[in-house]
């Protein structure tokens, strides 16, 4: 059943074994797989069925940090959640993202891959996806055939690509006919109250507009409104307490927000000039969209000591609009220039090397200057996503600033550094060796403006992860392995919030996957 709380009368109580706190992925997966359980659930969603301006100002923010996107486009507040503009792409976290590795500080997660490989099985029919098989193996046909490299240090690896899946709306009806379901609409959780013990939370306090509360109780609760507002959530609750929130015992809750980092890192210059992307560019297989990439390998992560990163073969322009704009280009004009002019030109050491470093692009510039035509050639942007190492500075606080229901709005500081720019300079200069020594054309890399700093264009790919992550031991993450908050006895965490690394991989899979899984805990926490 699915009903609007602004019906409600102020002051109702609304009584449930299950309180689901947003109705995204995370909290319709859930609610569809409780559905003939027996228990009653309570879902509760802040918008409507469509997009409203109000209630997506709620979203509004500080950052603090390096620059984000403005905090009320980054998530989308009504049923469905940010299901309703994904881009579909999904695949599993590799291996090497669930282990523990030296050189990524507090990595590992409590389990591996393996573990969840049955829940990432189911997760693919939620996600409407073909078999849950991700090596190239499966999807190479005649035409769309990978990059044949000779060493071990580059692989390619495969997405594939959902409809993207509405959860709003393809599950809506499914919501709507559960027996066992009620998914209230416009119900703002403004907190969560503990008992007196301070071990179990009684009750959620809920409002459908300014000034018109009502309280749900349950047996449990989850938070499953995104890695931004599951940690406002907790942070929002019990101010007043001595760690500042609920479950924040250490101080963790809201630490180690991460992103994905998105950047243009280079060009492949094909020595073909009739090289097809095959695999590497959308396809239709089984029915299904797939698309190829190109990766480092696990022995090439752990001997370079590196982040996970993919590459994918992007948009196509011609090597003459490259040319064009290249620094080398730049360089050789700008001494040019003070040839013809006589003068020294202000930073010939740096000219130079510029020229030098592009050299191909120097060539292909003066050839069309010297015979006013375009030199043959395609190519390719190579478009990074790079994981990012887990940083407890990196988080979302609350600000003294509130939004229309008097809760406090958030401060995010997004932090990273050194090791993702040595990842992303190291892993498109491996795949620009091993490009060469397959003899398919050259990469001409995106060069740091400093060397401090990434190649312009650095931002992130709107997955947020990480403020709640999870660890067996209190002093080093929020939840368990179950999702369940150190220190209380019926409240859990879902979503990409958990995640205690991010790996390169777009997240929804990975998040309806826990969800499922959670949802089996659920049923065995039934009465």
Not at 511 to 519: N, Y
Request: proline content about 6%; some cysteine; aromatic content about 8%.
């Amino acid at each position: 059943m699915i009903s609007d709380a602004r019906s409600l009368a102020p002051d109702s109580i609304i009584r449930a074994d299950l309180c689901l706190v947003g109705a995204g992925a995370v909290g319709i997966t859930i609610a569809r797989e409780l559905a003939d359980s027996g228990l009653r659930v309570c879902l509760l969603e802040s918008g409507g069925l469509e997009p409203d301006a109000d209630i997506q100002a709620l979203n509004q923010g500080t950052s603090v940090g390096f620059p984000y996107y403005d905090l009320d486009v980054a998530r989308l507040r009504y049923f469905g959640g940010t299901t309703n503009h994904w881009s579909g792409a999904c695949r599993p976290l590799d291996p090497i993202d669930f282990e523990p590795r030296a050189w990524v500080p507090y990595s590992g997660w409590p389990f591996g891959k393996d573990h969840l490989d049955p829940w990432y099985a189911r997760a693919q029919t939620l996600c409407q996806l073909g078999a849950y098989e991700y090596e190239p193996d499966y999807w190479e046909r005649p035409g769309a055939l990978r990059f044949s490299f000779p060493g071990d240090r580059v692989v390619t690896a495969m997405y594939q690509i959902s409809p993207p899946t509405r959860f709003g709306e393809v599950y809506r009806k499914d919501i709507e006919t559960a027996e066992g379901i009620e998914c209230l609409l416009h119900a703002n959780v403004l907190g969560l109250e503990a008992d007196p013990s301070g071990r179990t939370i009684s009750r959620a306090r809920v409002a459908s507009s300014p000034g018109r509360d009502f309280q749900v109780q349950a047996r449990h609760f989850i938070l499953a409104a995104g890695a931004i507002e599951n940690a406002r959530v907790l942070l929002a609750s019990h101010p007043e307490s001595p760690q500042g929130g609920l479950g924040n015992e250490h101080d963790l809750v809201g630490r180690f927000f991460m992103e994905h980092l998105s950047v243009t890192g280079g060009f492949l210059l094909p020595s073909d000039p009739s090289l097809s992307r095959g695999i590497y560019d959308h396809r239709t297989l089984e029915g299904i969209t797939v698309r190829a990439f190109l990766a480092l390998s696990r022995e090439a992560l752990q001997q370079e000591g590196l982040l996970n990163a993919r590459a994918f073969l992007g948009w196509e322009t011609d090597q003459n609009a490259l040319a064009a704009a290249s620094v080398g280009v730049q360089g050789a004009d700008a001494m040019m220039d003070a040839a013809l002019h006589r003068r020294r030109p202000g930073s010939l050491g740096q000219s130079v090397r510029d020229v030098i470093r592009e050299f191909d692009a120097v060539t292909i510039h003066t050839y069309q200057r010297l015979f006013r035509a375009n030199a043959p050639g395609r190519a390719f942007s190579l478009v990074n996503h790079i994981e990012q190492a887990p940083d407890p500075t990196s988080r979302v606080m609350l600000s003294t600033d509130r939004d229309a229901f008097g809760t406090p709005k958030v401060l995010l500081d997004w932090r990273f550094g050194e090791l993702e720019r040595r990842t992303l300079r190291r892993t498109n200069e491996i795949i620009a060796q091993e490009v060469g020594r397959a003899r398919l054309g050259r990469v001409r890399l995106i060069p740091d403006e400093e060397p401090a700093r990434f190649p312009p264009g650095v931002r992130g790919a709107w997955h947020q992860m990480g403020t709640t992550r999870m660890h067996p031991d209190p002093r080093q993450g929020v939840v368990d392995a179950n999702g369940k908050v150190h220190g209380l006895e019926n409240l859990f965490v879902a979503g990409g919030s958990v995640f205690p690394t991010s790996g390169y991989t777009n997240p929804t899979l990975t998040i309806v996957a826990l969800a499922l899984r959670l949802a089996d805990h659920m049923k065995e926490l039934a009465p």
